[in-house]
């Protein structure tokens, strides 16, 4: 089992960066897929990035290709989501996810642990 803690949410202006982080417990860590969603008022959490047990594998959503990158360190149990170019439309709460296992996956379905969440708010 693996306990998430997301940080570094926050208030930024349209065209900053944020980067939101993810530490796990647990000393299995490198046996996870991680990903992140998000949730923005009255609607159904969305995909935004995952990343395989090895971090040889990377998946993005559509709508953040080319400006967030995901990232992945075994050795201090952490995965990062580096955001860039925010846009309003980007504000939600930004939710961290694991599964056990070598693949990631896009769907809320198919993760079994989930952080509390860290709330993201892009001003236009």
């Known amino acids: 089992q693996v306990h998430l803690v997301e940080s570094g949410g926050g208030l930024v202006q349209a065209g900053g960066s944020l980067r939101l982080s993810c530490a796990a417990s647990g000393r299995t860590f490198s046996s996870y897929a991680m990903a992140w969603f998000r949730q923005a008022p009255g609607k159904e959490r969305e995909f935004v990035a995952a990343?395989?047990?090895?971090?040889?594998?990377?998946y993005y959503a559509d709508s953040v290709k080319g400006r967030f990158t995901i990232s992945k360190d075994n050795a201090k149990n952490t995965v990062y989501l580096q955001m860039n170019s925010l846009k309003p439309e980007d504000t939600a709460v930004y939710y961290c996810?694991?599964?056990?296992?070598?693949?990631?996956?896009?769907?809320?379905?198919?993760?079994?642990?989930w952080g509390q969440g860290t709330q993201v708010t892009v001003s236009s």
């Open positions: 990343i395989s047990r090895s971090g040889g594998s990377i």
């Open positions: 996810a694991a599964v056990a296992g070598t693949r990631a996956y896009t769907r809320v379905y198919e993760y079994d642990y």
